[in-house]
């Protein structure tokens, strides 16, 4: 799990299994997860939960029906798993945390299966409550469960893994958990360090600021949904959850690094001043100049001090229009890079199609694992640099090279090389595959930094693989899988279980499609009439979620 998502404090669970499979292959398995929304205190043990009373057969909620709902858990992407007291009717709710009890207002039933609430107000708080260090956590989106203690936070991304694999990778529930080494479930490796763990952050420019109107309540005491209005006077800050055209103003954020929050307030201070002509992009209107600022924190290689690039997203080139915000941010002296990207198109990407620099250098830099690694304006980059190191440490050790130099790994999905290259030096050679360009230009650029001449980078589309792939380089002994969200396309899935590699070792952002992925290469999958059950000795599975997308 790298939204967001993306990578914030990563969190890791082991998985391991022998599978009485056609090959009866061992199943080892790292989960890493991100808790995104962090909080200081530690938990304590959930009270148990009253008795429930008997369920009403049928109960069906109507679309604005208010109701007072019970919240029993978290569902992916952080939402409350709700249900009215004696049906079993469940209701998906933002902002609602296990244990509370709440009003909410019924937004959208999804084909009778379950519908999704709006959360009015809270009448009993949820469990492991403490409080929430930043004033906009509830509002942003970004820390969504920053109340919840980062204990429990551990506890509910846990048992979000293990449900998935047993309703999705058809895993029996008595196998997974067990005081045996081998077990397939293990504990989740926490994060050190639950606030300034991100190295990017990006921020949007908007027209007006939004906020959250107060509760109020009509004399009938019906409860008037709260709703998002926007005021007078432009913002910078994050997009409000799901919409694409309010920006909530953000003054500083616990996630970035205290360097970055120093660049914030400058801009924030010096951006608006109506004497520098500076004019926030309008999505609907198409006018406007800043789109979007971007800050990222990389490391010195020879001193380990902050390094601090600043990316400034445009409609167009006017860099005398930035020089007073130039000015003022270098003042800053762990900033070694002011960027410029230009992106006329409408659409509401950071990418620019046109890049200048405006101070210092083109690249900061980062280690991991003993790797150098140069970070441009658009490079992809492990969001949470120190879980970043942990999770890469994971991989190496289920990879399980021999370090003779005799065998052949194959990274597929391998973004800019971060995860092939650290396993080079122990690797006869590394090939990867990638579909952004960009991306591919990056990983030879590091496999050039750090010496390494035996690894291959090609760049091409997995999901769109022909009867040919495969034919470009020898049978390998190890293959990483790194996908996107949406998982391992099936062309992909069955090119896995006929190249019979002795190992595979599976990173994902998305613990619902690594659970379908895994129930394919593991109980095999019904192509047409053909069955196919996985030939392999053994799978290693590490799954991957960053931490700007929440508790997800």
Not at 163 to 188: C, H, M, Q, R, W
Not at 292 to 309: C, F, K, Q, S
Not at 373 to 402: E, P
Not at 417 to 444: S, W
Request: net charge positive.
């Amino acid at each position: 799990m790298a939204t967001a998502a993306a990578f914030s404090p990563l969190s890791g669970a082991f998985l391991r299994r022998r599978f009485p499979l056609h090959h009866r292959g061992r199943l080892l398995a790292v989960t890493a997860v991100s808790p995104e929304a962090p909080a200081p205190a530690p938990s304590s043990p959930p009270p148990p939960p009253p008795p429930t009373s008997p369920l009403r057969k049928g109960y069906f909620p109507k679309r604005n029906e208010v109701l007072e709902l019970t919240c029993e858990g978290l569902a992916f992407k952080g939402k409350g798993v709700c249900k009215v007291d004696g049906s079993s009717f469940v209701l998906l709710c933002d902002g609602a945390l296990p244990g509370e009890r709440l009003l909410a207002r019924v937004r959208r039933i999804r084909r009778g299966h379950f519908a999704e609430a709006a959360k009015l107000r809270t009448l009993e708080p949820h469990h492991d409550a403490v409080d929430m260090p930043c004033p906009l956590a509830a509002d942003c989106g970004g820390c969504k469960t920053q109340s919840l203690a980062y204990a429990a936070q551990i506890r509910h991304k846990y048992l979000q893994v293990r449900e998935l694999l047993v309703n999705f990778g058809k895993f029996d529930p008595k196998k997974l958990e067990s005081s045996e080494p081998d077990a397939i479930l293990k504990p989740i490796v926490p994060c050190d360090e639950i606030f300034r763990y991100r190295n990017k952050m990006e921020f949007s420019f908007g027209t007006k600021r939004w906020m959250k109107r107060g509760w109020k309540e009509e004399k009938d005491d019906e409860v008037v949904k709260e709703e998002k209005i926007e005021g007078d006077g432009y913002s910078l800050g994050l997009h409000a959850p799901g919409f694409f055209d309010k920006v909530l103003h953000v003054e500083k954020c616990l996630l970035q690094s205290e360097p970055a929050d120093k660049v914030l307030a400058i801009v924030q201070e010096t951006w608006m001043d109506p004497a520098l002509g500076l004019t926030p992009y309008d999505v609907h209107k198409h006018i406007g100049f800043l789109k979007h600022l971007m800050i990222r924190t990389g490391r010195n290689v020879n001193t380990g001090a902050p390094e601090v690039m600043v990316n400034f997203v445009t409609s167009c080139y006017k860099p005398e229009l930035l020089g007073p915000l130039v000015n003022k941010i270098t003042q800053i002296p762990e900033v070694v890079s002011i960027m410029n990207n230009v992106n006329t198109s409408v659409g509401n990407t950071s990418v620019g199609e046109e890049e200048y620099t405006l101070y210092g250098k083109p690249t900061i830099t980062e280690m991991l694992r003993g790797l150098t690694f140069q970070i441009s304006a658009n490079s992809f980059f492990q969001t949470n640099t120190k879980q970043a190191d942990v999770l890469y440490k994971l991989i190496g050790d289920s990879a399980g090279l021999k370090g003779d130099g005799s065998e052949i790994v194959l990274d597929l999905f391998c973004g800019t090389g971060t995860i092939g290259l650290t396993l080079a030096r122990r690797a006869k050679h590394v090939y990867g595959y990638e579909v952004v360009p960009e991306a591919i230009a990056d990983a030879k650029k590091n496999a050039k930094l750090n010496g390494i001449s035996n690894a291959t980078f090609v760049q091409g589309d997995l999901n769109k693989i022909s009867e040919t792939f495969g034919k470009e380089f020898p049978k390998p002994d190890i293959i990483i899988s790194d996908p996107n969200r949406p998982g391992m396309h099936m062309k992909l899935i069955k090119w896995l279980l006929e190249v019979k590699a002795p190992r595979i070792v599976y990173v994902s952002c998305n613990p619902a499609t690594c659970a379908r992925d895994l129930d394919y290469l593991c109980h095999g999958v019904v192509c047409f009439v053909l069955l196919l059950q996985i030939p392999l000795s053994r799978i290693i599975l590490p799954l991957l979620q960053c931490i700007a997308t929440s508790i997800k």
